[in-house]
């Protein structure tokens, strides 16, 4: 079946260093995979995708994600934080069947970013 | 370009009244449509989408249902609101078919009394 994993409820990490929030996945087929950023009480926004191709995907705000098949991951990367990273992240693979077209998301990772 | 609406942006109801969200995107057609609700702030749990007018998937079963009657129109709606049932309620579309990405919209946050 079809899962997403955030293993981190929280990320903290001071402004200006790299930052790093993982994501592993389990499908069946070739994987689609995607990261949403969510700030307090508003929408999730899309930051990038990955469908096929370079491993390492780049986004909005200066994120990027690296897929990595033999270890099921895409890790969303940042190489310098900023204080207004700070909000909810989320990792979500595309499921698809003959009677069904959906995203699978994760739990969620909170990142907060310290001046 | 694309915008998707949600209304209202807050509502307060008490338990056993009626409910009715609605969805609607423009700029777009024939979208695949999406109801989420996100309790607590973390996990978003799928309740319902939609490829068509008239053709609505649910999930999980629940106090809630939905309706399609426009093709980007989307609506949520209960007859008898739970305290469960409080929540905050995003809406999404996208491209039907290909390898789009998801779009949502600003939510409705809703709580029940």
């Known amino acids: 079946a079809q899962s997403v994993a955030q293993p981190e409820d929280q990320v903290n990490v001071a402004e200006g260093n790299p930052l790093t929030v993982k994501c592993t996945y389990s499908v069946s087929g070739n994987p689609y995979l995607f990261w949403y950023v969510q700030y307090p009480n508003r929408g999730l926004q899309f930051l990038l995708k990955y469908i096929t191709g370079d491993n390492l995907v780049k986004g909005s705000y200066g994120f990027e994600a690296e897929f990595n098949k033999s270890q099921t991951s895409f890790h969303l990367k940042k190489p310098s934080a900023l204080v207004s990273d700070s909000a909810l992240y989320f990792c979500a693979v595309r499921f698809r069947s003959y009677n069904t077209d959906k995203l699978i998301f994760g739990t969620g990772t909170r990142l907060q970013v310290f001046p | 370009s694309q915008t998707i609406h949600q209304w209202p942006a807050t509502l ?39 490829v068509g007018i008239g053709q609505i998937s649910s999930e999980v079963p629940q106090n809630l249902s939905a309706s399609r009657p426009q093709d980007r129109q989307f609506i949520l709606s209960s007859k008898k609101l739970l305290l469960s049932d409080s929540g905050f309620y995003l809406c999404a579309w996208r491209v039907r078919g290909g390898l789009n990405e998801q779009f949502f919209g600003p939510g409705t946050r809703l709580t029940v009394l």
């Open chain 2, 12 to 50: 307060v109801q008490p338990v056993g009244s009626p409910l009715s969200l609605e969805c609607t995107v423009e700029g777009t057609s024939n979208p695949n449509l999406y109801w989420y609700r996100q309790a607590a702030g973390r996990g978003l749990q799928l309740l319902f989408y939609s």
